[in-house]
């Protein structure tokens, strides 16, 4: 005959049955964690696996001997072996369970997610995210933009734009970036639900940037992107800053420009020249020492430079002074532009292709055939004799297992000379230099 059992005395037993499950999970990890043979993946008792099993250990202890409900348990355990309170406490509980039921131990899943590289991480990629930031073309209120640039907002303005450029405005626009621009350029597509914009912010994030500004910069930003002011200014040492010599430049694209050599010389004619006269008076002479800047570093503008001729004569390219060359130890005069009578150019700057065969021919074959012994010939021994030692240099070079990178170094080390002396050249190679 069956008989029914209470409800209570059902509770009774069910408890009952779990305190005992309970009592032999914490007797099997205690000898588990005293034996002498475990080995606990990730290093011991210092691994995680060792963390987790102490936690393990800790929730049925205080279970069993202070008789706390799993909840309380399994916080206390979390903290006491590093783990969080509240996701930590929640493993733990996960952990205890297995263990009780299977007297199995978790195992760390780190490494073992599929191995997915991110466009997002590739260097060029980054960089070309981190020149768009600084752009400021991601801003969707350029107006506004511009106002919290120039301190036009109150305060409580500001902070409050500041907040929507963090959270709204660069996540927004990086996010159309890199749609538009970067994942055309891998022949990517963004996903069925596109791009987050927590992800850009994590982006951003990654990239240092909080608001408008990147960790650890100046609020003054580089010459290329934005808008800024350049100061160009001369101190003397008797009478300390020129400021009638001084001179400020709102540097941009859309602005006044960028500084250069041209600015340079002028403020030197118009700015400084005068202001060092009215400073000291005459009979004095001046010894201008300036940084080394592409600012500070120009040419006369009837300089010889062939980087700044064309291939052909005329066009947007300077009228340079006069050339000369060595023949048979005497000078002659290379004149750089065509005389006023020419019939084709009259007083334009020869381009490249206006050389020695172009001058002396009649474009007929029987003159270049003529012509050509006459260039030949015109050729000096003494650079002959360069080429020659220049080519022996690369095969000596290859001999000796170089490849073509690495030899251009080993012969410039024969072909250029070197000068030790700082800020200084011998006075025969300055006379030269001058002569030319």
Not at 122 to 141: G, I, M, N
């Amino acid at each position: 005959k069956k008989h029914d059992v209470p409800v209570h005395k059902a509770r009774q037993l069910v408890q009952d049955a779990a305190r005992e499950a309970r009592r032999e999970a914490l007797a099997d990890m205690r000898r588990l964690l005293n034996s002498q043979k475990t080995v606990l993946v990730g290093g011991g008792v210092n691994g995680l696996q060792s963390y987790r099993a102490r936690a393990i250990q800790a929730c049925l202890y205080l279970m069993d001997r202070e008789g706390q409900r799993m909840m309380a348990a399994s916080e206390v355990a979390a903290r006491a072996n590093l783990f969080s309170g509240k996701w930590g406490a929640r493993l733990v509980r996960r952990w205890t369970q297995a263990w009780v039921k299977t007297r199995t131990l978790p195992e760390s899943q780190r490494g073992q997610h599929a191995k997915v590289l991110s466009v997002l991480g590739h260097p060029t990629v980054r960089a070309a995210v981190r020149a768009y930031l600084r752009s400021e073309k991601w801003s969707q209120d350029p107006v506004r933009l511009k106002k919290l640039f120039n301190n036009e907002l109150n305060a409580a303005e500001a902070l409050k734009y500041c907040r929507v450029l963090e959270s709204e405005e660069m996540p927004n626009g990086l996010k159309d970036f890199v749609t538009t621009v970067i994942l055309p350029q891998y022949h990517l597509k963004p996903g069925r639900l596109g791009l987050s914009r927590s992800t850009m912010r994590r982006l951003l994030i990654s990239e240092g940037f909080t608001c408008w500004l990147l960790n650890g910069e100046s609020p003054l930003k580089k010459k290329g992107p934005g808008r800024g002011l350049h100061q160009s200014d001369f101190i003397c040492s008797t009478v300390g800053w020129l400021l009638e010599a001084s001179v400020t430049l709102e540097y941009g694209k859309n602005h006044e420009g960028f500084w250069n050599s041209e600015l340079f010389c002028k403020q030197l004619t118009e700015k400084f020249f005068p202001a060092f006269k009215k400073a000291h008076g005459d009979g004095y002479i001046v010894c201008i020492l300036v940084n080394n800047s592409q600012g500070h570093s120009v040419y006369a503008p009837d300089a010889l430079r062939a980087s700044k001729m064309n291939l052909n004569p005329g066009g947007a390219q300077p009228h340079m002074r006069d050339g000369w060359y060595l023949r048979d130890g005497e000078k002659v005069t290379q004149p750089m532009n065509f005389p006023s009578d020419h019939p084709s150019h009259p007083n334009q700057p020869k381009g490249m292709k206006a050389n020695w065969l172009r001058e002396h021919c009649d474009y007929t074959f029987e003159t270049l055939r003529e012509n050509m012994p006459k260039a030949l010939r015109s050729v000096s021994v003494e650079l002959i004799r360069k080429w020659e030692h220049w080519a022996w240099r690369f095969v000596d070079a290859y001999a000796e297992g170089l490849g073509a990178r690495e030899a251009q170094p080993k012969v410039k080390e024969f072909s250029s000379r070197r000068y030790k002396s700082h800020c200084r050249i011998p006075e025969q190679l300055a006379q030269a230099m001058d002569a030319t």
